[in-house]
């Protein structure tokens, strides 16, 4: 009887270990899915609390911005407006140090949108928005940003 809960045992543990084979591997996938892969050149993280606090109430100036204006980006702009209103900015990166940086906000699923700040007189003044046709996720997002060498703007931990 003793042989037959030894084996009976077995059995279930090697139907454990065969359904974690099985499960593990999608559940990684799916994983990686979410957070963008490092593909040799770690973007560097800065931080500043004064441009953090100027990032968060972009003033838009139709006499700086060109988002509204014909043939730009009058049809998107607003859409990245209400996505940066409403759920706020998924991620910021340095473009140029102190003096520009990219606010990205995940208007849907498939969506991604960019605004363009400039940093002038201590004023975050918004140059551009728009929704990039070629980034469809945020691993779109982060492979961008590496081929253009910006540094993600984030808070240290």
């Known amino acids: ?3 037959v ?13 065969a359904a974690m084979l099985v499960l ?4 990684v996938e799916s994983a990686k899915a979410l957070v963008p892969a490092n593909k040799g050149m770690e973007i560097v993280a800065t931080w500043d609390e004064e441009v953090n606090i100027m ?5 838009i100036d139709p006499n700086y911005s060109h988002a509204m204006e014909p043939g730009k980006h009058a049809d998107t702009a607003p859409i990245v407006h209400k996505c940066l209103s409403e759920k706020g900015q998924y991620a910021a990166f340095e473009v140029d ?3 520009r940086y990219l606010r990205v906000c995940l208007i849907d699923e498939h969506t991604i949108g960019f605004q363009i700040v400039d940093i002038i007189n201590k004023v975050a003044k918004e140059k551009t928005a728009y929704i990039r046709e070629d980034c469809k996720c945020i691993q779109d ?12 703007f984030t808070k240290p931990f």
């Open 97 to 99: 140090k102190g003096k």
């Open 24 to 27: 593990i591997p999608p559940m």
């Open 1 to 3: 009887m003793t042989d």
């Open 5 to 17: 809960r030894t084996g009976f045992v077995i059995f279930i543990l090697i139907l454990i270990v």
């Open 141 to 152: 997002v982060f492979d961008y940003i590496r081929r253009m060498h910006w540094t993600r």
């Open 55 to 59: 990032l968060q109430s972009v003033v």
